[in-house]
């Protein structure tokens, strides 16, 4: 007579399986929403810092001057007063093309203070969304030079440096995408 032994069988049901499924899923879904959120703080810190040297290679480069004249992104690039994560991809036609942090355009013009040509300039970010629009316009950035912040796409509102640091519920309301889905917003900074 033959023996037949019994044979054990181990493993894991489908219900087991599932439910571990289903917790990883649970825990992605988690991460994923960890990292946008420290991405977004990212670009928002780093903005922060390309600004704020962006203000100090200017200065010092014009420093010897009594104004901001030529003052252009065309100058900046070519004397390195733009650091190279501004500069927009070398096969782009534009050669004064910059870019902020977020991906959109970044404009820097000398403009006219109190009356006096090109005893000013500007920085402009474009292309922000809602959040970091937000983030930006409610930063303290201080008084050293800095005459206004205007905040906004269509309808931009101009926050004197005695207003500053802009309000939130301001910051909001003029960060706001249009009705149609675009992002206008946009935030330039005034200085003298």
């Given amino acids: 007579m033959r023996n037949f032994s019994k044979t054990e069988q181990s493993g894991r049901s489908m219900v087991e399986m599932l439910g ?5 899923g649970v825990l992605s879904v988690g991460g994923i929403s960890g990292y946008s959120k420290a991405m977004a703080k990212y670009k928002a810190s780093k903005a922060m810092d390309q600004l704020s040297l962006l203000i100090a ?13 030529g003052l252009t992104n065309g100058t900046a690039k070519k004397y390195s007063i ?3 994560d501004m500069f927009q991809d070398s096969s782009v036609a534009d050669s004064a093309k910059l870019v902020n942090g977020f991906g959109g355009d970044l404009i820097i013009v000398a ?17 922000l969304n809602e959040e970091s629009c937000i983030q930006l316009a409610t930063a303290d950035w ?3 030079g800095l ?12 926050i004197p440096v005695k207003d500053m640091p802009v309000s939130l519920d301001t910051a909001y309301t003029n960060c706001k995408k249009l009705d149609d ?3 206008t917003t946009s935030i330039s900074w005034h200085f003298y």
């Fill in 111 to 127: 403009e006219t203070y109190n009356g006096i040509a090109d005893a000013g300039f500007s920085i402009t970010y474009k292309g």
């Fill in 142 to 144: 201080g008084t050293g």
């Fill in 147 to 158: 005459d206004s912040i205007v905040v906004g796409g269509d309808g931009a509102v101009t």
């Fill in 181 to 183: 889905g675009r992002n």
């Fill in 57 to 69: 290679n200017i200065r010092t480069a014009y420093s010897t001057m009594s104004n901001y004249t």
């Fill in 20 to 24: 571990v499924l289903a917790i990883i």
């Fill in 82 to 84: 733009a650091s190279r």
